[in-house]
């Protein structure tokens, strides 16, 4: 079992930066892919970006040069800093934990990850 704690959310104006963090518990050793997903009000929970364990990132489009991904080198902390926020990046969002080891090069969606936290809200205002 593998456990999720997000922080770090809060509201910032358009333009502003966040610094997400996730802590990660339980058995950290058989995770290979930790990401972020978010999910705004009356839409689907949509992919973010994630790591798979060597460092190889995979990003979506919408936030490609402006959010950036990390995880310590014990597993223990997935982080996203999110820079020039948008109001449209206003969701809830979600750490998520994998042990399968997914193509870099795949479309991630919610199925694919198996051990989610309970999210952190992020609000930006125009």
């Known amino acids: 079992q593998v456990q999720l704690q997000e922080s770090g959310g809060g509201s910032v104006q358009s333009g502003g930066s966040l610094r997400l963090s996730c802590a990660v518990s339980?058995?950290?050793?058989?995770?290979?892919?930790m990401g972020w997903f978010r999910q705004a009000p009356g839409k689907e929970r949509e992919w973010v970006a994630g790591?798979?364990?060597?460092?190889?990132?995979n990003y979506a489009n919408s936030v490609k040069g402006r959010f950036t991904i990390s995880q310590d080198n014990a597993k223990a902390t997935l982080s996203l800093q999110m820079n020039s926020l948008k109001p449209e990046d206003t969701a809830m969002y979600y750490c998520?934990?994998?042990?399968?080891?997914?193509?870099?090069?795949?479309?991630?969606?919610?199925?694919?990850?198996?051990?989610w936290g309970q999210g952190t809200q992020v609000t930006v205002s125009s």
């Open positions: 998520a934990a994998d042990w399968h080891w997914w193509s870099a090069a795949r479309t991630f969606r919610t199925g694919d990850f198996e051990y």
């Open positions: 790591i798979r364990e060597e460092g190889i990132t």
């Open positions: 339980g058995y950290t050793s058989s995770t290979v892919w």
